[in-house]
């Protein structure tokens, strides 16, 4: 079993950047990891996903702006976002699967001037 813990989130302007980071209790080769995030009243959304041959996936409304990479040394993954906007305002929540599901419990990202 993994446990994931995400860290990084807050307040920040628009036109600004944050990088989130999700700490996993274990070894993380071999999973799929991943961003997801969810605003207020909306459904939870991929944001990005590295899987462990090295494939990334983005959603159309992040590519160019945020970067997911991961440090397999450290269990870590992590998340930069560049240009933020209002609409990036969310709980980002960080995710790993390998035959079953695991979630972070999630951090807050808020772009707000």
């Known amino acids: 079993q993994v446990q994931l813990v995400e860290s990084g989130g807050g307040l920040v302007q628009p036109g600004g950047s944050l990088r989130l980071s999700c700490a996993a209790s274990?070894?993380?080769?071999?999973?799929?990891m991943g961003w997801y995030r969810q605003a207020p009243g909306q459904q939870r959304d991929m944001v990005a996903t590295l899987n462990n041959f090295g494939r990334i996936n983005y959603a159309d409304s992040v590519k160019g702006r945020f970067t997911i990479s991961k440090d397999n040394a450290k269990n870590t993954v992590y998340l930069q976002m560049n240009s933020l906007n209002p609409e990036d305002t969310a709980v980002y929540y960080c995710y790993a699967t390998w035959y079953r599901d695991y979630w972070g419990q999630g951090t807050q990202v808020t772009v707000s001037s």
């Open positions: 274990g070894s993380i080769r071999g999973y799929t």
